[in-house]
């Protein structure tokens, strides 16, 4: 093992620096430059020698443990992720030099370390090309529209290639810009800066300007009703500045590559018209919605400790005599947690790694899952669907049994696996499941080879379709696709191909392609369901909730919803989860779950019976009952409005600007919003409110509870006790 690691990328976070990289990782010529680099053990002292022709600079390095200051912002709070986060930047034995102004000479350099025994070690030889932004002619910017500004093209060149280029848009006082994929900050993302990479933000993100789900589009709508909108054509990092730097300007920057040697040319689709018309022209690129089937927009149950048969039945069981109907259970915990294939406890004779069949596996009366497929039966026959928690990693663990260790053999033997640029295989570099492996999807032999170890799972048990989590492991711009691509330009495609891997897999197993995904990108409109991720059960959360689910149906995403009342720490508060079940009932999917707590008392669960409890608000379970058949008469109205929004491309959950472009008021009402064609929400999102203020387009409306008539293009004030949120139908 060598003493020095340097990496000039680092581990490539997106949004901190690890202490073995250069930052900025493509250095400037003119600006400062940090250079880092770690050892294996403790060290006496540690240079860093920068070689330029007849010249020898030798800077001697400071040294630096801990993580970087950033990685205060990963942690989340709390939560059983939270320490993983955190622990996944640390690192000892850390060493930092500068150079205040990086001459625009190339130049190599590298480590000379003395340990304390007096050992001296050199590294080997790294490359330094120094990079300038250039206003030439260096590549070509392909847009078709007036907003362009052609002078403000500038290209971030060196002798390795043209790196990066920025641009700007012209931006008119009275226009608005929502877009940019799921964003939990604010509709309206004018006066912000925001990039577009695939990102797991364990909670807060809005806080952070992060996202689960990016898409390098956005439309610009001006308060007479007209849009523009445009994508730019990249699988790549894109960053922005929305009118923030320049009142009157969006400024773009694109990342070309680490190896764009040619005349690189940037293609922007645009598009003019309504909102409606801007979004379906972008879903004209990116892929289109499928219809679903109908018991999607029943309730989905969810529970992180659910992970013994007994106790997912229990559970149901209490459904039932409370009279609160559910249409969708969520199994995460089921599996052995090893390969993500077989349930716990199960016996069966370890393979090669080759698909098996239900007929390979018995279960023990006395284990967690007894009879899977009885389970499953039983709970058809009450009307409820079953879908089982899936990961895109394979666990490279010492103490993995031999099936698992022998379905990593063959994972790597069949050559569908993601490999760094050396060719050997990718080891997740992120704090869930470190070091694991990533199956390579980018090709329709890798989704096969993936997928056909769960096909029993379909076909045998009859399960009904994949949550897939995660998604967003893969970091590193070398890594290597069997499709062609680097890294740069494949990982923000990794959860596109992730659902649509699974959504196929049940298709042609003769069942709808339901997966229920919290990461995606570009494309991921044509591959299933979405939820906003991880979140506590705060008031902040469930308003941020609420601005995601609106901007993801802003980009395409037909089918989402959230973890009502938030997923981690205690139990919300009962004003809290009375509020967020209501809103949950008028979203595209009503679902709760909740955080694996080590099964410690008192229980997290989000069952409104366990809240009550928590509580003391035995009201909770009364309302709950009163929502869920509310949800249930809504059910033909949801699969009437979905068929409507595939023929026009407007999203179900939709910002009052596609319908009401022409009224400047609804802007100041970003978390009011349209569930189809005719009804209005308008959810309660504050505690202590016994009345809500909503906003009446022009038209005339009728209170969906009392019936009332009200003439529209005017504030309405509603009393709003705990079991009533404003809604409005179109009279």
Known sequence: MSLITHRPRGIEHPYARSLDQLYPAIPIAGRPLSIGATTSEPCRRMRCVVTW?????VLDMSPVNGADSDAALLAGGDGHLAAAQQAALDADNGWQASIPRLPDQDTTYHFEAVTLDGRTETSS?????????SDGAVGRIDIDIDRFIPDSASWLVSSAGTHRVKFALRLEADEHVVGFGERYDQLDQRGLRLDSVVFEQYKAQGKHHRTYLPMPFAQVIDEGGRAWGFHIETT??????????????????????????TAPV??????RGTPGEV???????????????????????SGNEWNTQSLVMEQMDRHRSEGIPVSVVVIEAWSDEEGFTIFRDARYAPNQGQPHRGADFTYPSDGAWPDPAGMIRELHDRGIKVILWQIPLHKTDDDLGPQAMAQGDALIASGHVVREADGTPYKNRGW??????MPDLSTEAGRQWWTERRRYLVEDLDIDGFKTDGGEHAWGSDLRYEDGRRGDEGNNLYPVNYARAYGDLLRSAGKPPVTFSRSGFTGSQAHGLYWAGDEDSTWEAFRSS??????????????????????????????LYARAIAAATFMPVMQYHSEFHHHEPPLRDRTPWNVAEQTGCGELVDLARHYTHIRETLRPYLVDQVRRCLQTGKPLMRAMFFDHADDPEIWGHPRQYMLGDELLINPVTAPGATSWVTYLPEGMWEDYW???TIEGGRMITRPVGWDVIPVYRRA
Request: glycine share 12%; charged share 20%; aromatic share 14%.
């Open 432 to 437: 869930w499941f470190p070091k694991a492996l």
């Open 125 to 133: 030889v790294f490359p330094l090309a120094p990079a300038h932004w």
């Open 279 to 301: 979004l379906s022209g972008f879903l004209d690129v990116a892929g289109r919605p499928v219809e679903m089937p109908e018991w999607v927009f029943g309730l989905w149950a």
């Open 546 to 575: 609420i601005t995601a689910g609106i901007t993801a149906g802003a980009c395409g995403i037909l089918y989402w919803g959230w973890d009502l009342a938030g997923f981690s720490g205690p139990v919300p508060e009962a004003e």
């Open 266 to 271: 940037v293609r922007v689709n645009t598009w």
């Open 236 to 261: 790549r990092r894109t960053w922005y500045d929305v009118a923030d730097t320049l009142s009157d300007r969006i400024l773009v920057e694109v990342d070309l590559g680490s190896e764009a040697r």
């Open 53 to 57: 022709p007849g010249h020898e600079q």
């Open 706 to 708: 009392s019936g009332e």
